[in-house]
């Protein structure tokens, strides 16, 4: 018997049909090694990426208005003069009690009733510098206690908290940086780094200050004790205590300065400020002070006495200030006095003497246009603008207008004015509200 080996039968006398039909494989190579293949390839992205954009620019031109426009955007235009003049306060000095070097007890600017301490006096330059040292460590001892106390203290869980302060702190020391306050530098880095370690306690970081507590404490013990007896130095009123005597301050009649004239101004201000050794500092006894300053008179027509005005004092880390201006002196020729008074009090402030300043005379805020945008209806001034593509007519106030810069704006309360982010056409003739742009 044969087996079967899976071979097909073939029936006696049948003829076996081949198939000739013959499948045919294509095989493709994509190898993008293939630099021809590669450049084909880029040719056809490039091209395929220009006829795609000039079909944009098309359409784009196709929808685009024909009418010239611009954005309503608010801008505002301000007038200043540059003056120097000198600040007057009620002073009174404080006559030192030793001979020898003045270390003040509390900074300048600073509010002390009467008795209070407000400097010491050391036979010698080394005690004082041994005190100083002692304050610094004591200050840094603060400083690092405050530290290890949030370690056990209660903890803002807001993260946004800590977010706002560290920018707060950073914006105050770039500021610093900038106006080149460098002497004020010192506490707003610690407040930066202070409110850096709260972040990071708060994520539960272990801060360790051991180790400088440990060595402030050492330097601590070393200046306690190393300077010599000093003579106390009391305040004999009320007000604020300023380390600095400059020899101005009997100078002046407190009393008067209303009616200072040009002449008056100018002579304190070819004066030269002299430090007084054989005192210990002064006292600002009343709360009112004034900045005197000539001013040319035309230029100054638009203040008035009465006024709140900005002025910017270049030589502040915050520079712009509110004053009231209190009085305008013309002397004849084309000058004035000009005075101005503030009750702010600070250090900086308490230090200020002969000062350069820019007095705001005029701010001016409004949207600015061409000319050519202006137009009047019925008597009525306005613009043009494009909303969609319909034309409609916008009333307009002319705020200020000098050369080729013009400000409009809207009255307040009322309606049919120009408006933020209005899109005002700039030419084209027989414009009318209503108008449906083609």
């Not at 041994?130 to 840094?140: G, H, M, P, Q, W």
Request: charged share 25%; net charge negative.
């Amino acid at each position: 018997m044969r087996e079967y080996d899976g071979t097909p039968t073939r029936k006696k006398g049948e003829i076996k049909k081949f198939n000739t039909k013959k499948i045919r494989l294509t095989n493709i190579d994509f190898n993008t090694s293939n630099p021809v293949l590669t450049r084909i390839v880029m040719i056809l992205l490039i091209v395929t990426v220009l006829v795609y954009g000039v079909y944009q620019f098309i359409v784009l031109e196709k929808n685009k208005s024909p009418l010239k426009t611009q954005t309503a955007l608010e801008r505002t235009i301000t007038r200043t003069v540059s003056a120097r003049g000198v600040v007057i306060r009620q002073e009174s000095v404080l006559p030192s009690v030793a001979s020898g070097t003045v270390v003040p007890a509390i900074t300048n600017g600073s509010k002390v009733s009467q008795g209070d301490t407000v400097a010491s006096v050391f036979s010698s330059a080394s005690d004082a510098a041994n005190i100083l040292r002692l304050k610094e460590v004591e200050k840094d001892i603060s400083y690092y206690e405050n530290i290890e106390s949030l370690s056990f203290g209660s903890m803002y869980t807001d993260i946004e908290t800590y977010r706002h302060n560290i920018s707060k702190s950073l914006y105050a020391v770039t500021d610093l940086i900038e106006s080149n306050h460098l002497s004020l530098l010192g506490d707003s880095l610690q407040e930066l780094s202070l409110w850096t370690t709260r972040r990071q306690i708060s994520t539960g970081t272990v801060v360790d200050v051991s180790e400088p507590l440990s060595r402030l404490e050492s330097l601590r013990n070393r200046y306690t004790g190393a300077y010599g007896d000093s003579r106390l130095v009391t305040a004999d009123r009320s007000g604020y205590y300023v380390n600095i005597v400059d020899g101005f301050e009997s100078k002046t009649d407190y009393e008067a300065v209303l009616t200072m004239s040009t002449a008056e101004v100018q002579s304190l201000l070819d004066q030269t400020p002299q430090t007084g050794n054989t005192y210990v500092g002064k006292l600002i006894t009343e709360f009112n002070w004034y900045y005197v300053c000539i001013a040319p008179e035309k230029e100054t027509d638009p203040l008035r006495v009465g006024s709140t005005v900005t002025l910017t004092f270049p030589s502040m880390s915050v520079p712009n200030m509110k004053m009231t201006l209190r009085a305008k002196n013309p002397d004849g020729t084309g000058n004035t006095a000009l005075v101005f008074s503030s009750n702010l009090m600070n250090a900086e402030v308490a230090s200020l003497r002969l000062e350069n300043a820019e007095i705001l005379l005029e701010s001016f805020t409004g949207f600015q246009v061409d000319m050519s945008a202006l137009r009047k209806v019925d008597g009525v001034d306005g613009v043009y603008v494009q909303v969609g593509n319909i034309v409609q007519f916008r009333k307009a106030k002319k705020i200020y207008a000098e050369n080729d810069i013009i400000l409009i704006g809207a009255e307040e309360g009322e309606s049919g004015y120009i408006r933020l982010y209005d899109e005002i056409i700039l030419e084209g003739i027989d414009l009318y509200d209503g108008k449906i742009i083609n």
